[in-house]
Nanobody, 124 residues
């Protein structure tokens, strides 16, 4: 059974940085098709950063230039470096992986596996 375990969330002031980690079990982060997705209270899930097959990393317009998705294959871990945090970045951040149903958004498909999420709260 695939497990994705996020960590690194917390409460910070606007302008500060956080690095989220996602430790994967029974899923090789060396394969593409992984992402960070966030959800703010009362809002739909928003794809923040994606690693799609055959493409460079893609980012939501709202985080371009501030967030960077990366992976450490040896540690089988996905990361999200978040700099210059803003209050609108507040939300639950989920690690996602694997090919799910076709949606036409993000990498074209929903993700099959999801972590439990880690909370990020940014105060202005």
């Amino acid at each position: 059974q695939v497990q994705l375990v996020e960590s690194g969330g917390g409460s910070v002031q606007a302008g500060e940085s956080l690095r989220l980690s996602c430790a994967a079990s029974r899923y090789a982060v060396g394969a593409d098709f992984m992402a960070w997705v966030r959800q703010a209270p009362g809002k739909e899930r928003e794809g923040v950063a994606h690693i799609c097959p055959g493409k460079s990393a893609t980012y939501a317009d709202s985080v371009k230039g501030r967030f960077t998705i990366s992976k450490d294959v040896a540690k089988n871990t996905l990361y999200l470096q978040m700099n210059g945090l803003k209050s609108e970045d507040t939300g639950m951040y989920f690690c996602a992986a694997g090919v799910g149903q076709y949606t036409g958004r993000w990498c074209g498909y929903d993700y099959a596996y999801w972590g439990q999420g880690t909370q990020v709260t940014v105060s202005s």
